[in-house]
Each structure stands twice: as structure tokens, then as C-alpha cells.
């Protein structure tokens, strides 16, 4: 299982951005894809993720309404589109996936299995 996560970037406060998750090496349409976000000094927060059948979605009170996490399993990739960014959005982004996410562990970072490499977002203020 691999997972590249991509798009990050510097973006001024009330801006945007999209990350991508593409994964590769695993039925991708079988596993629930999610993010996590870690900022320096801080433990990993489960910022939202999106079911494999269904496409239930989770999002953390404090991305709601601002972030929209989607997927196309055609091309084995997840998308976190992020608006209305603020300065505490800063943090590393990770893609995750696992097959047998639980329901009430999505926003444990021990509900899944694999892990992506980090993209920095940076919203300055």
C-alpha cells in the first residue's frame, strides 16, 4: 500500500487550497481514505475521512464547513479541498487508508493501518 499525498503550500488567511491523496498498490476502492493533520508540538488531529461503499463522511468540529473531502475511485484518489483557511490550519498533512475502519475510531490515528508522507500547508495570518 502506497499513499502520496500532494498539493500543499503557503496561503494567506480566508485563502484555499486542495491536497491529493493518490494511492496505489491496494484495491483502493475497498479501503476508507482519510486525513490527519500534525502541527509542531501538538499530537495528530483526525481532520476527516470518507468511507469506502457509501461515501460517509467525517469531518472534526473545527474543519466543518470549510474542508470537503471526496474521492474518485477511478483514479485512486482522494481530494481534501480546503477553504476559508486560517492560521491554526497549519500543521503536516497526512493521507491515511484502512480497510476495516471502524465506525467511532475515525478520527483515531490507530484506526489506520497505512500512512501517506506529509504535505506542509502553512496559513499565514
Known amino acids: 500500500v502506497q499513499l502520496q499525498a500532494s498539493g500543499g503550500g503557503f496561503v494567506q488567511s480566508g485563502g484555499s487550497l486542495r491536497l491529493s491523496c493518490a494511492g496505489s498498490?491496494?484495491?483502493?476502492?475497498?479501503?476508507?481514505v482519510g486525513w490527519f493533520r500534525q502541527a509542531p508540538g501538538k499530537d495528530p488531529e483526525g481532520v476527516s475521512c470518507?468511507?469506502?461503499?457509501?461515501?460517509?463522511?467525517y469531518y472534526a468540529d473545527s474543519v466543518k464547513g470549510r474542508f470537503t473531502i471526496s474521492r474518485d475511485d477511478a483514479k485512486s484518489a482522494a481530494y481534501l479541498q480546503m477553504d476559508n483557511l486560517k492560521p491554526e490550519d497549519t500543521a503536516v498533512y497526512y493521507c491515511?487508508?484502512?480497510?476495516?475502519?471502524?465506525?467511532?475510531?475515525?478520527?483515531?490515528?490507530?484506526?489506520?493501518?497505512?500512512w501517506g508522507q506529509g504535505t506542509q500547508v502553512t496559513v499565514s495570518s
Open positions: 498498490h491496494f484495491t483502493f476502492n475497498s479501503f476508507a
Open positions: 491515511v487508508a484502512d480497510k476495516r475502519l471502524r465506525p467511532g475510531r475515525e478520527s483515531t490515528p490507530t484506526g489506520y493501518e497505512y
Open positions: 470518507i468511507s469506502s461503499s457509501d461515501g460517509i463522511t
